[in-house]
């Protein structure tokens, strides 16, 4: 019997809480006493999966972010608290009127070949890249009409609006930049160099074997001196979720990002021999959610969605599927996005007599049978965790008269369903919100998103009070009025819940106690790893 026919069977909570799936003790970024670094050595690491090229400026792929971090660099990084932070800029100013920015770039940096890097290479990759070929880039540099370079570390744009969001997506993971001497005059993205890099970055690229790893060697004319301390790193791809628990266990590699299943964190609970991060992916700040295609009659009443929220305990789908590590959402902004985040909003705590009080109102009456409406729930299947979600929301709706008949299907079949057919009654999927709710929320509610395509509107949600404000504060220069019109959107986004927002969650790096970092970053998933150091076995 498969796993997925075990839980298919399960049944009831009672049994799927006998499978094991308890809350064990939850092991931040240990706070221990951290060593001085330590000079050497090769850092072994696997990432999910084999990214299918080695270059993010125009691929938004977390596992190609993974890897070529390592190797390209963006303008800045980001602190704990998301706040940019200096990497290839030193520097930045914004006009009072959040018309102009200019960077001050760091000198005497160099590209791997040697090259000098300068303000050109910023400029070419903006509009020749980001703002032409990177997914999110189109938007997030649409109000850059104007590029200049009055010296070779010196990087003026010019905004047809203000567009602070900028500052929240250009890291290494949005905004990496590219050797104009190498990408200008050819077609970008069939470059050598994508499979190949070079880069600015404390890693050199020496080697793809496909279907193994990349090999990365130590950048002795790094711009940060002293670092990085590594003499180099190996990222292999281990298709087999046991397997990478098997090697880290073995010690033949010290770092598994995001790939080890949380059924196994069990296994690394010993700090003396192992570190459980879960600090390294606020960057992304991803929230797994319930989608409603509000173009059904049925779903298209608020009192039926307010009435579901009601109806699903957020806090034991937490504490069941992923055993602790995240937390029940409150909204669609999360609570790592501190800056914008409101706790405050219209809360819908786990209560099924009021659920039901709902769609009583909403005119959905139980028939004979207990049934008061039935709908299709579709899922990706992309994880163990989605999977068993889509089975907790299925009894805890099925509590309510709401009979929900699951559908999985492969990604490509799933995204046709959902953002081009416009066929399905709910679906669940886990988001990237980003720092800055223009960049990670607008495109699920905005009306001039309904469009087919991946990852935009697909409810086919429209308020056009809310699309006023969410474009009002996509061009605001004055940080205090975004906030408040953030905080107008949340409350409009709780009241009409045309998506569920249901747990903020939490990736999960494991490592063995040897590796150490000197400055933990809210990007760490996408870290450089110039402060990385293993100390001696």
């Known amino acids: 019997m498969k796993r997925r026919d075990l839980l298919v069977g399960a049944g009831n909570l009672g049994i799927l809480a006998a499978m094991g799936m308890g809350v064990p003790g939850i092991s931040g970024a240990q706070a221990l006493p951290q060593p001085a670094p330590v000079k050497g050595g090769i850092l072994n690491m696997t990432i999910p999966s084999e990214p299918t090229t080695l270059v993010s400026a125009f691929n938004s792929t977390m596992q190609i972010g993974m890897v070529s971090s390592k190797i390209l660099e963006g303008l800045v990084t980001y602190d704990g608290g998301l706040n940019p932070v200096p990497a290839l800029a030193k520097s930045w100013t914004v006009s009072p009127d959040g018309l102009t920015i200019r960077f001050v770039l760091r000198e005497n940096v160099k590209w791997h070949d040697g090259k000098d890097f300068t303000s050109a290479d910023v400029e070419f990759t903006l509009l020749k890249v980001w703002k032409v070929l990177h997914p999110f880039g189109r938007a997030v540099y649409a109000n850059v009409n104007k590029v200049d370079t009055p010296d070779r570390h010196t990087v003026i744009l010019h905004l047809s609006a203000p567009a602070q969001y900028i500052f929240s997506y250009i890291n290494t993971y949005g905004s990496q930049i590219l050797p104009k001497h190498i990408y200008d005059g050819t077609d970008i993205l069939t470059n050598p160099a994508n499979a190949a890099p070079i880069g600015t970055g404390p890693f050199v690229f020496k080697e793809w074997q496909r279907g193994s790893h990349v090999r990365l ?3 002795a004319n790094y711009w940060d001196p002293g670092r990085p301390y590594l003499d180099g790193i190996v990222i292999r791809f281990i298709p087999d979720a046991a397997a990478r628990t098997v090697a880290l266990e073995a010690g033949e590699i010290q770092l598994a990002v995001t790939s080890i299943p949380i059924p196994n964190l069990t296994r690394f609970a010993d700090r003396k021999k192992y570190k459980i991060n879960l600090d390294e992916g606020k960057f992304l700040s991803s929230i797994f959610l319930l989608q409603f295609n509000v173009r059904r009659p049925n779903l298209s009443d608020k009192r039926v969605r307010q009435a579901a929220l009601h109806a699903i305990d957020r806090e034991a789908l937490v504490r069941l599927v992923w055993r602790g590590y995240g937390k029940p959402a409150t909204g669609p902004i999360p609570s790592s996005v501190k800056k914008y985040y409101n706790g405050q ?13 709902l769609l009583d109102a909403a005119g959905l009456k139980r028939g004979a049978d207990g049934i008061r409406l039935k709908v299709t729930l579709d899922y990706g299947a992309s994880s163990l965790e989605e999977e068993r979600a889509c089975q907790f929301i299925k009894q805890y709706l099925g509590k309510v008269g709401i009979q929900i008949e699951l559908r999985s299907s492969d990604a490509a079949t ?56 969410m474009e009002a504060a996509g061009k605001e220069a004055d940080d205090g009025k975004r906030k408040e019109l953030f905080r107008q959107w949340q409350e409009i986004a709780q009241e009409d819940l045309p998506i569920l927002d249901l747990v903020e969650l939490t990736w999960v790096n494991v490592s063995t106690a040897r590796m150490h970092k000197v400055n933990p970053q809210g990007d760490g998933l996408f870290a450089s790893f110039s402060d990385v150091f293993l100390t001696p076995p």
Not at 437 to 446: A, D, E, K, M
Not at 447 to 455: G, L, M, S, Y
């Open 217 to 219: 060697e130590r950048n």
């Open 345 to 357: 909003t219209k809360q819908y705590p786990y209560d099924p007599k009021k659920a039901e009080q």
């Open 414 to 469: 799933y995204l046709r369903r959902i953002f081009t057919d416009v066929d399905y009654d709910l679906m669940v999927s886990s988001l990237h919100m980003l720092p800055d709710p223009t960049l990670g929320v607008q495109r699920l509610y905005w009306t001039k998103n309904i469009v087919k395509a991946p990852w935009t509107n697909g409810s086919g949600y429209s308020n056009p009070t809310l699309d006023r404000i």
